[in-house]
C-alpha cells in the first residue's frame, strides 16, 4: 500500500537475486520509491522491527538502510528514524545575459518537478528491476526482444500493429540513417531528398562518398512532380524524407503528396527512408509513409525530440525480416548496439506511461513558445508550425543570411544559416530553435531582440568602425 509519514508497516517485496540481501532490501526501498509505493517523507520500520517482521538479522537491515542512505534515497533523523528523503529540484535559471544559443533544436524544457523526480525515479528502479547485468553485459545489435516490442507498441498509434521482429533499436535517429544508407546505396550511388535537409544527411552521404540529389520544394513540402523529374533523369536508389514538421522548414506533406511520393518512388524502384524524427508531436499528422507503404518505406522514429536528446535511442522499423538481418549487420557493423541502459530506460518509460506525459508536458510547453512567436515576430516571414518547437525565417531584402547570423552573433544569440541546410543554392533563410531557452523570459528578450533587427538595415546595424 502507499505510506504516509506516519506508516512504519511497510515491508519491501525481496525479489530474487544473486547479490547479499541488504542490497536487494536497498533495491526494494529505491523501487518502491520510484512507484510512489513510498513517497517522501515516509518513515520507514524501525531496523529491529523490520529485522524481526522479515527473520533476518539485525545487522542486514542496518547495512540496507546506509545502503539507501548512500544512494541518496533516505535519511536518518536523531531520535525520530529513517525516513525517505525529499528531492529538491533545481529551479530553472536564466542565462546571464538573458539571450540563447537558438542554432540548437531542442525540445524545450518543462518546469513539472513532479514529473522529472518520476523520470529519475524511473531509472533509479531499474537497478532492483535488471541488477548487475543491465550494466555488465552486451546485448544483440538489434536490441532485446521485450525492448523492440515495446517500441512497436510505441509506434502503434502511428504505424499501426508491427511485428517486434521488423523493429530495431539503435544509438539514435543518426546511427539508424547510417546503418539504413550504408545498406541500400554504394559509394558513387545516388540518393535523393529535400533540397533544403537535414545537416546529418549531407554529412552521412559525404563521408560515404554517395551523391545527393535535392528535389525540390514549396511551403508545402517536398513537390512530387520534381521527384518524378528527378527520378526520370537519374538512377536513384533511395529517397530520404522528413515529411512531418520537416527540418528545417517545418512543412507537413499532405496525404495527397504522400501517397503520390509514394507511388512514384514504387514506379521507380527507389527505396523511401522515412525520417520522422518529429512524428510524434503533432497530436494528429497525415498517415506516415511507412503505413502507406510497408514493403517500400524504411523509418526512423528518434525519441529524441518527444522525450529526451539524452537517450540517443532510435527505433527503426524495416519492411521485413530479411531487411532486419541485413539491418541488424550493418548495425554491429557501425555502433555495435545501442546502449543496453539507455534502452531499458526507454522501455521503462514507455510501458509505465511517463513517456507520454513527457510528451504531453512538451506539447504543452511549445504552445507557450509558438504563441510569443506569434506575438513577436513578423507573421509574413515566419515559417512554421503550432506543434514544432522550430521556425524557419525567410528574410526580408536587404538582409542576407551572412549579415543576419552575424548581427545575431555580435547580441549573443546563435541561429543557422540555410547553408546548412542547402542542396544547391542556398535561401537567404535561418532557423531558429525554441527550445533551447530555460525561460519564457529569455526567450522572449531573445525573440525581441530578432524583431528588432529585421525592423533595421544592414548598414544601419552594422558594428564595423
Same mark, same amino acid.
Given at each position: 500500500?502507499?505510506?504516509?509519514?506516519?506508516?512504519?508497516?511497510?515491508?519491501?517485496?525481496?525479489?530474487?537475486?544473486?547479490?547479499?540481501?541488504?542490497?536487494?532490501?536497498?533495491?526494494?526501498?529505491?523501487?518502491?520509491?520510484?512507484?510512489?509505493?513510498?513517497?517522501?517523507?515516509?518513515?520507514?520500520?524501525?531496523?529491529?522491527?523490520?529485522?524481526?517482521?522479515?527473520?533476518?538479522?539485525?545487522?542486514?537491515?542496518?547495512?540496507?538502510?546506509?545502503?539507501?542512505?548512500?544512494?541518496?534515497?533516505?535519511?536518518?533523523?536523531?531520535?525520530?528514524?529513517?525516513?525517505?528523503?525529499?528531492?529538491?529540484?533545481?529551479?530553472?535559471?536564466?542565462?546571464?545575459?538573458?539571450?540563447?544559443?537558438?542554432?540548437?533544436?531542442?525540445?524545450?524544457?518543462?518546469?513539472?518537478?513532479?514529473?522529472?523526480?518520476?523520470?529519475?525515479?524511473?531509472?533509479?528502479?531499474?537497478?532492483?528491476?535488471?541488477?548487475?547485468?543491465?550494466?555488465?553485459?552486451?546485448?544483440?545489435?538489434?536490441?532485446?526482444?521485450?525492448?523492440?516490442?515495446?517500441?512497436?507498441?510505441?509506434?502503434r498509434p502511428r504505424l499501426g500493429e508491427i511485428p517486434p521482429e521488423r523493429v530495431l533499436i539503435c544509438a539514435g535517429a543518426?546511427?539508424?540513417?547510417?546503418?539504413?544508407?550504408?545498406?541500400?546505396?554504394?559509394?558513387?550511388?545516388?540518393?535523393?531528398?529535400?533540397?533544403?535537409?537535414?545537416?546529418?544527411?549531407?554529412?552521412?552521404?559525404?563521408?560515404?562518398?554517395?551523391? &545527393?540529389? #535535392?528535389?525540390?520544394?514549396?511551403?508545402? *513540402? $517536398?513537390? %512530387?512532380?520534381?521527384?518524378? !523529374? @528527378?527520378?526520370?533523369?537519374?538512377?536513384?536508389?533511395?529517397?530520404?524524407?522528413?515529411?512531418?514538421?520537416?527540418?528545417?522548414?517545418?512543412?507537413?506533406?499532405?496525404?495527397?503528396?504522400?501517397?503520390?511520393?509514394?507511388?512514384?518512388?514504387?514506379?521507380?524502384?527507389?527505396?523511401?527512408?522515412?525520417?520522422?524524427?518529429?512524428?510524434?508531436?503533432?497530436?494528429?499528422?497525415?498517415?506516415?509513409?511507412?503505413?502507406?507503404?510497408?514493403?517500400?518505406?524504411?523509418?526512423?522514429?528518434?525519441?529524441?525530440?518527444?522525450?529526451?536528446?539524452?537517450?540517443?535511442?532510435?527505433?527503426?522499423?524495416?519492411?521485413?525480416?530479411?531487411?532486419?538481418?541485413? &539491418?541488424? #549487420?550493418?548495425?554491429?557493423?557501425?555502433? *555495435? $548496439?545501442? %546502449?543496453?541502459?539507455?534502452? !531499458? @530506460?526507454?522501455?521503462?518509460?514507455?510501458?509505465?506511461?511517463?513517456?507520454?506525459?513527457?510528451?504531453?508536458?512538451?506539447?504543452?510547453?511549445?504552445?507557450?513558445?509558438?504563441?510569443?512567436?506569434?506575438?513577436?515576430?513578423?507573421?509574413?516571414?515566419?515559417?512554421?508550425?503550432?506543434?514544432?518547437?522550430?521556425?524557419?525565417?525567410?528574410?526580408?531584402?536587404?538582409?542576407?543570411?551572412?549579415?543576419?547570423?552575424?548581427?545575431?552573433?555580435?547580441?549573443?544569440?546563435?541561429?543557422?544559416?540555410?547553408?546548412?541546410?542547402?542542396?544547391?543554392?542556398?535561401?537567404?533563410?535561418?532557423?531558429?530553435?525554441?527550445g533551447a531557452a530555460r525561460t519564457h523570459e529569455e526567450l522572449q528578450r531573445s525573440l525581441m531582440t530578432i524583431a528588432d533587427?529585421?525592423?533595421?538595415?544592414? !548598414?544601419?546595424?552594422?558594428?564595423?568602425?
Amino acid at each position: 500500500m502507499t505510506a504516509d509519514a506516519s506508516d512504519t508497516t511497510w515491508l519491501p517485496a525481496i525479489r530474487k537475486a544473486n547479490g547479499p540481501l541488504y542490497i536487494a532490501i536497498a533495491d526494494a526501498i529505491a523501487a518502491d520509491i520510484a512507484e510512489g509505493r513510498l513517497s517522501e517523507g515516509t518513515r520507514l520500520p524501525p531496523q529491529r522491527a523490520l529485522a524481526s517482521a522479515l527473520g533476518i538479522d539485525f545487522t542486514t537491515v542496518s547495512r540496507a538502510y546506509n545502503e539507501a542512505r548512500h544512494r541518496g534515497l533516505v535519511e536518518g533523523r536523531v531520535g525520530q528514524g529513517t525516513y525517505v528523503k525529499a528531492r529538491r529540484m533545481k529551479g530553472l535559471q536564466p542565462a546571464a545575459d538573458g539571450l540563447v544559443d537558438m542554432s540548437m533544436n531542442l525540445p524545450p524544457l518543462f518546469d513539472d518537478a513532479a514529473l522529472t523526480r518520476r523520470l529519475w525515479g524511473d531509472i533509479s528502479s531499474l537497478q532492483g528491476e535488471h541488477g548487475l547485468d543491465l550494466l555488465m553485459r552486451y546485448q544483440a545489435a538489434g536490441g532485446a526482444l521485450h525492448n523492440r516490442a515495446v517500441g512497436a507498441g510505441w509506434l502503434r498509434p502511428r504505424l499501426g500493429e508491427i511485428p517486434p521482429e521488423r523493429v530495431l533499436i539503435c544509438a539514435g535517429a543518426q546511427s539508424a540513417l547510417l546503418a539504413a544508407i550504408s545498406s541500400l546505396a554504394k559509394p558513387g550511388e545516388a540518393i535523393a531528398s529535400e533540397a533544403i535537409a537535414y545537416p546529418g544527411l549531407r554529412a552521412l552521404a559525404a563521408h560515404l562518398g554517395i551523391e &545527393l540529389i #535535392g528535389v525540390a520544394v514549396d511551403r508545402n *513540402g $517536398m513537390m %512530387p512532380e520534381q521527384f518524378e !523529374a @528527378v527520378c526520370r533523369s537519374r538512377k536513384l536508389k533511395v529517397l530520404y524524407c522528413n515529411p512531418t514538421l520537416h527540418n528545417p522548414t517545418t512543412s507537413t506533406l499532405s496525404l495527397e503528396r504522400r501517397t503520390a511520393i509514394v507511388a512514384i518512388a514504387r514506379s521507380h524502384d527507389v527505396t523511401i527512408i522515412e525520417d520522422d524524427a518529429y512524428g510524434a508531436l503533432p497530436v494528429s499528422a497525415p498517415t506516415p509513409l511507412a503505413a502507406l507503404a510497408p514493403d517500400l518505406v524504411y523509418h526512423i522514429a528518434g525519441l529524441a525530440k518527444c522525450l529526451s536528446p539524452a537517450l540517443r535511442i532510435a527505433y527503426l522499423v524495416v519492411p521485413d525480416r530479411q531487411s532486419s538481418v541485413r &539491418l541488424e #549487420g550493418a548495425i554491429r557493423a557501425t555502433s *555495435g $548496439m545501442a %546502449p543496453p541502459f539507455n534502452a !531499458a @530506460v526507454a522501455t521503462r518509460w514507455i510501458e509505465d506511461g511517463t513517456a507520454s506525459e513527457v510528451l504531453s508536458a512538451i506539447r504543452r510547453e511549445v504552445t507557450i513558445r509558438q504563441a510569443m512567436v506569434s506575438r513577436l515576430l513578423p507573421k509574413d516571414i515566419v515559417q512554421t508550425d503550432q506543434e514544432g518547437f522550430h521556425l524557419w525565417l525567410h528574410l526580408p531584402p536587404p538582409w542576407t543570411r551572412g549579415d543576419f547570423s552575424g548581427r545575431l552573433r555580435a547580441s549573443g544569440i546563435s541561429v543557422v544559416a540555410s547553408d546548412a541546410f542547402a542542396i544547391g543554392p542556398a535561401p537567404e533563410a535561418v532557423r531558429l530553435g525554441l527550445g533551447a531557452a530555460r525561460t519564457h523570459e529569455e526567450l522572449q528578450r531573445s525573440l525581441m531582440t530578432i524583431a528588432d533587427l529585421i525592423e533595421q538595415s544592414p !548598414a544601419a546595424s552594422s558594428l564595423v568602425v
